[in-house]
């Protein structure tokens, strides 16, 4: 059974670029309002102030919070004020889309760096372990109930190896670990935990890739729709998944690619 989405809150981590900002815009379209939590300098902060301002034309209440999502000050900060903005109400919608981590190689090449414990802690860190922390706090603050659903974006570096991507390969494998563990203890409370494999997808994290060109050339080629994954194309599941009352979809890695998977 599916049901309106207008009304109840969502969080995105990650909120103002790329596949977070796609989904805020997707659920704000749906009468979703909209917390979000991003990492900006002084210009990403413009443009997610106007961001903000997009959202609220669509008649919703959206907040951003520029801090570092993956700081426990952050959450112990922000999650009590959240609970305060969503009146209690549980969060329909927890999306975590961080995207920051090191491209340095295991070894070093050519005289460069390699990479080092702390660029490995800290990669893992943002972009697994805190979706671990925030659904702890998130959940002893009554902010998950029966509808909630979960959302982590992994890629297909939980299986592909590419130069420049190890750290961040074993954090989209450590997610997804997260995800399947977190499925499994949330269910008793009807929570939906899953993660989204997108596509090749043109975004500010894709672009810091060194050589991304060929994995967007490569994948614009084989992807049998004849283009590349668009944020929007991940919003749309989002949204999909997110009006079904039903947990009974949970612990998976749902590709959303248009099929790129098959042909690559």
């Given at each position: 059974?599916?049901?309106?989405?207008?009304?109840?809150?969502?969080?995105?981590?990650g909120?103002?670029?790329?596949?977070?900002?796609?989904?805020?815009?997707?659920?704000?379209?749906?009468?979703?309002?909209?917390?979000g939590?991003?990492?900006?300098?002084?210009?990403?902060?413009?443009?997610?102030?106007?961001?903000?301002?997009e959202?609220?034309s669509?008649?919703?209440?959206?907040?951003?919070?520029?801090?570092?999502?993956?700081?426990?000050?952050?959450?112990?900060?922000?999650?009590?004020?959240?609970?305060?903005?969503?009146?209690?109400?549980?969060?329909?919608?927890?999306?975590?889309?961080?995207?920051?981590?090191?491209?340095l190689?295991?070894?070093?090449?050519?005289?460069?760096?390699?990479?080092?414990?702390?660029?490995?802690?800290?990669?893992?860190?943002?972009?697994?372990?805190?979706?671990?922390?925030?659904?702890?706090?998130?959940?002893?603050?009554g902010?998950?109930?029966?509808?909630?659903?979960?959302?982590?974006?992994t890629?297909?570096?939980?299986?592909?190896?590419t130069?420049?991507?190890?750290?961040?390969?074993?954090?989209?494998?450590?997610l997804?670990?997260?995800?399947?563990?977190?499925?499994?203890?949330?269910?008793?409370?009807?929570?939906?935990?899953?993660?989204?494999?997108?596509?090749?997808?043109?975004?500010?994290?894709?672009?810091?890739?060194?050589?991304?060109?060929?994995?967007?050339e490569?994948?614009?080629?084989?992807?049998?729709?004849?283009?590349?994954?668009?944020?929007?194309?991940?919003?749309?599941?989002?949204?999909?998944?997110?009006?079904?009352?039903?947990?009974?979809?949970?612990g998976?890695?749902?590709?959303?690619?248009?099929?790129?998977?098959?042909?690559?």
């Amino acid at each position: 059974m599916t049901t309106s989405l207008k009304g109840s809150w969502c969080l995105v981590l990650g909120s103002s670029s790329g596949i977070g900002l796609a989904n805020a815009r997707a659920l704000a379209l749906e009468g979703v309002n909209v917390l979000g939590v991003h990492f900006d300098t002084a210009e990403g902060q413009e443009k997610a102030g106007a961001a903000v301002e997009e959202l609220r034309s669509t008649g919703v209440q959206a907040h951003f919070f520029n801090a570092n999502a993956a700081s426990p000050a952050t959450r112990s900060e922000l999650v009590p004020r959240f609970a305060e903005l969503t009146e209690g109400r549980p969060l329909r919608v927890v999306l975590h889309s961080l995207a920051f981590g090191t491209l340095l190689p295991y070894l070093p090449a050519d005289g460069g760096p390699a990479l080092t414990s702390r660029q490995m802690d800290m990669t893992l860190n943002v972009m697994a372990h805190s979706l671990v922390y925030w659904t702890q706090s998130l959940n002893a603050a009554g902010l998950l109930g029966a509808g909630s659903k979960i959302f982590a974006m992994t890629s297909a570096g939980d299986q592909r190896v590419t130069a420049h991507y190890g750290a961040v390969s074993a954090a989209k494998c450590a997610l997804e670990s997260h995800v399947r563990q977190l499925a499994l203890e949330l269910a008793p409370q009807q929570v939906a935990v899953n993660s989204l494999r997108a596509g090749v997808t043109v975004t500010p994290s894709l672009e810091r890739i060194p050589d991304h060109e060929k994995l967007v050339e490569l994948a614009a080629r084989s992807n049998p729709h004849g283009r590349l994954t668009r944020p929007a194309d991940v919003a749309d599941v989002v949204v999909a998944l997110a009006r079904s009352e039903s947990s009974w979809t949970t612990g998976n890695v749902i590709g959303v690619d248009g099929g790129e998977a098959l042909t690559t």
